[in-house]
């Protein structure tokens, strides 16, 4: 049995998911990241298996996401990136916000998220050492060579949206990838976020041999949508590394 709560956390409509009567206890704590164009309702599936496995999930909207959306569609088209980038900067005040409240186990917080919740997650996972493991979804890390081709800025703002991006992209952190837990999850037919770029990661890391705790899986003929069998990797992965 779980309980699911929309409350404010740091500012920010969040989904709030826990095994029932635990919601005040010290848990092994997973913040998910949705995707864009989506919400946190919309992704509630990974709360709900998460807390299942008996792990606090907070899943928040993005900025233009879900409660936080002002019914602009097209203008939120044009701002992918930076909606990518304020969710890792938000991760900072969600996370104290948990501690305050003494919510989160020690050394027992982790990060996940699919497709622009997936690259939130790298991207956090690359600015902040305290995270004990990460899952991401058909995402890319690769934030300043996508950005040329997934939801590409005009061309007067490109160099601006690239030189935001420079020091959240994780081809420079790549150390910071390798000395935690690592979940990729890719569909090989992804429409969106081509599957490459989790096999340019992969590649990347065992190079280097920085693949130790690197965990890749691939489903064939999918495109870009979360499986049953994603979820599931997903819940096996936290119930054993977090």
């Keep these: 049995m779980i309980e699911i709560y929309t409350e404010q956390l740091a500012g920010i409509e969040v989904l709030h998911a826990a095994p029932t009567g635990q919601k005040q206890n010290v848990l092994p704590t997973v913040l998910f990241y949705h995707g864009f164009t989506s919400s946190k309702l919309v992704y ?19 900025q233009g996401h879900g409660a936080r959306f002002n019914g602009d ?5 044009r701002q992918f990136w930076p909606i990518l980038k304020s969710n890792i900067d938000e991760f900072s005040q969600l996370r104290q916000a948990l501690a305050d409240r003494n919510l989160i186990e020690e050394g027992r917080l982790a990060v996940g998220g ?3 919740g997936g690259m939130t997650a790298l991207g956090i996972m690359a600015r902040h050492p305290e995270v004990s493991c990460v899952a ?9 060579t996508l950005a040329r081709t997934l939801f590409p800025p005009q061309e007067q703002q490109l160099n601006e949206t690239l ?4 020091e959240y992209d994780v081809s420079k952190r790549l150390t910071r990838l390798a000395d935690r ?8 037919e992804d429409d969106v976020v081509p599957a490459m770029e989790t096999w340019r990661l992969q590649q990347a890391l065992m190079q280097q ?9 691939w489903e064939a003929g999918v495109k870009h949508r979360i499986t049953p069998g994603a979820l599931d990797a997903t819940a096996r992965f936290f119930t054993q590394h977090l």
């Design 44 to 62: 509630s599936y990974f709360a709900v298996a998460l807390a299942q496995a008996g792990m606090r999930v907070v899943m928040p909207d993005a």
């Design 73 to 77: 569609d097209e203008s939120r088209l």
């Design 114 to 116: 699919a497709s622009m």
């Design 136 to 144: 991401c979804l058909m995402g890319s890390g690769y934030f300043a």
């Design 163 to 166: 030189a935001m991006l420079a």
């Design 181 to 188: 837990p690592l979940l990729l999850w890719h569909g090989e």
């Design 209 to 217: 041999g920085l693949d130790k705790h690197l965990t890749c899986l």
